[in-house]
């Protein structure tokens, strides 16, 4: 993953994150399907990890579970970023 897609993808999780707080699910559906997009089928397995966790969140904002929607989406907020802050490019 290039530092630009590494960019992107943690600010689609940022908006995950504020549609959370915001309780927006028409955004935090965009997000999701952004998401989506971005992930890279020639890794399966965590292609499918991830995809769960979106849905994961995605399914608990739709039943009004905001908060255990955003912290999903600012765990892995997290962890990308620090992935990407020991990146050497």
Not at 31 to 39: E, K, N, P, R
Not at 51 to 56: E, H, K, S, T, V
Not at 70 to 77: K, M
């Amino acid at each position: 993953m290039s530092a630009d897609q590494a960019a992107a993808l943690m600010e689609l999780l940022a908006r995950g994150v504020t549609a959370c707080q915001r309780r927006n699910i028409d955004e935090l559906r965009r997000v999701v399907i952004a998401l989506t997009g971005s992930l890279d089928f020639r890794y399966e397995r965590a292609t499918r990890a991830l995809a769960a966790m979106y849905d994961r969140g995605l399914h608990d904002a739709e039943r009004g579970h905001f908060e255990r929607a955003r912290a999903i989406f600012q765990r892995l907020l997290s962890v990308m970023t620090e992935v990407a802050g020991g990146r050497r490019d």
